[in-house]
């Protein structure tokens, strides 16, 4: 991704570079205008691929952090499943727990 943005941003510097030789012929308030505008574009282009390492640096952090965090709740919601999986009786032994209630009231009321 990071890879990729930087790039774009470097072919449309060189491409911003073509553009300003080819306008450099330009000597009116129109092409001071134009080459003005281009500069400034080269200038911004130029900048924001010097930020790209502290920006992905950055990114990948994040990343990192967030699969951190997804791995913990992965590995809570097993943890969960797991307790409920292993504290619930089955159908039989609910039963048997049922009938053992029965008999122990009826006991109780005797």
Excluded: W, Y
């Excluded at 570079?17 to 003005?36: H, I, Q, V, W």
């Excluded at 048997?96 to 005797?110: C, H, T």
Aim: no cysteine; proline share 3%; hydrophobic share 40%.
């Amino acid at each position: 991704l990071v890879q990729s943005e930087i790039t774009d941003l470097q072919k449309d510097q060189l491409e911003l570079r073509s553009e300003l030789r080819m306008n450099s012929r330009f000597t009116g308030p129109d092409g001071a205008k134009a080459l003005e505008h281009l500069f400034m574009v080269d200038k911004d282009i130029s900048r924001s691929l010097e930020t790209v390492p502290e920006t992905k640096s950055k990114l990948v952090a994040k990343q990192v952090k967030i699969k951190s965090t997804i791995e913990a709740l992965l590995e809570d919601m097993s943890k969960n499943i797991f307790l409920t999986e292993v504290q619930l009786p089955s159908k039989g032994e609910l039963d048997l727990l049922k009938q053992e209630v029965a008999f122990k009231n009826v006991n109780i009321d005797a």
